[in-house]
C-alpha cells in the first residue's frame, strides 16, 4: 500500500540509450511533479503536472520527455542518455498544486549512465 | 525570487545534545516553508511546515521549527539527538503551483 511508487529503482544503461521511468500514486491526489537529485544531493524540480496537465516545465533538455496518462500516473522519458543524465529521480505528489501543499516523495529512480 | 540558504553542509553533534540546523529564506511574497528529511538510499519525508498562524511549528520525531520574518529564517531544533536522527535535512519554501525550491541540504551525523 505504498503512496507513491516508482519502477525500477535502479536503472544501469548505455550513453544514447533511450529510458523510461514510471510513478505511480494511490493518495488520490491531483497534482505530481518529477525532481533531479544530483551527485551532490541538490534537488531541483523538473516537471509538474495538475489533473493530467502540464503546468511547470523547467529548463530542461528537450530529451527529457513526461507522459501522465491519468492523475495517478506520472512518467519521464529520457532519449539518448548523456553521462550528465546520472541522477536519482524522484517522483512526488500533492492534494493540488498550491504553495501550502505537501509533496509526497517516491523512493526514487537511481540513474547511472555509463 | 524564492531561494533558500542551509548554513553548515555537515553538523555532528552526540547522541542527547541539542540539534540545531540553520535555514534562511528569501522570498517576494509571504513564505510556505517546509523540512524535509532524507535517509539514505530514501525518499524524502515531510518533517514539518509553516504556512501561516503559530510561527512555532511541531513536527514529527521531535523536530520543531520557529518562523522569525525579522531574521528570514526557519531553523529546525531538536532538544535532544537519537543515532536514528542520523540522516540529510532539506528545507524548502513553494513557489508558483507548488514548485518546491530546496536549500543545499545538511547531513546530520550523531555521535553515540
Known amino acids: 500500500d505504498t503512496a507513491v511508487s516508482q519502477t525500477p529503482k535502479y536503472l544501469v544503461t548505455q550513453m544514447g540509450n533511450d529510458k523510461s521511468i514510471k510513478c505511480e500514486q494511490n493518495?488520490?491526489?491531483?497534482?505530481m511533479y518529477w525532481y533531479k537529485q544530483d551527485s551532490k544531493k541538490f534537488l531541483k524540480i523538473m516537471f509538474s503536472y495538475n489533473n493530467k496537465e502540464l503546468i511547470i516545465n523547467e529548463t530542461v533538455p528537450n530529451r527529457f520527455s513526461p507522459k501522465s496518462p491519468d492523475k495517478a500516473h506520472l512518467n519521464l522519458h529520457i532519449n539518448s542518455l548523456e553521462l550528465g543524465d546520472s541522477a536519482v529521480y524522484f517522483c512526488?505528489?500533492?492534494?493540488?498544486?498550491?504553495?501550502?501543499?505537501?509533496?509526497?516523495f517516491g523512493p526514487g529512480t537511481r540513474l547511472l549512465v555509463l | 525570487a524564492q531561494s533558500v540558504t542551509q548554513l553548515g553542509s555537515h553538523v555532528s553533534v552526540s547522541e542527547g545534545a541539542l540539534v540545531l540546523l540553520r535555514c534562511n529564506y528569501s522570498s517576494s511574497v509571504p513564505p510556505y516553508l517546509f523540512w524535509y528529511v532524507q535517509y539514505p538510499n530514501q525518499g524524502l519525508q515531510l518533517l514539518l511546515k509553516y504556512t501561516t498562524g503559530a510561527t512555532l511549528v511541531k513536527g514529527i520525531n521531535g523536530f520543531e521549527a520557529e518562523f522569525k520574518k525579522s531574521e528570514t529564517s526557519f531553523h529546525l531544533t531538536k532538544p535532544s539527538a537519537h543515532m536514528s536522527d542520523a540522516a540529510e535535512y532539506f528545507c524548502a519554501v513553494t513557489y508558483q503551483g507548488g514548485k518546491l525550491i530546496f536549500g543545499q541540504g545538511t547531513e546530520l551525523s550523531v555521535k553515540p
Open positions: 512526488a505528489s500533492s492534494q493540488l498544486p498550491g504553495r501550502q501543499e505537501t509533496q509526497y
Open positions: 493518495l488520490g491526489h491531483d497534482t
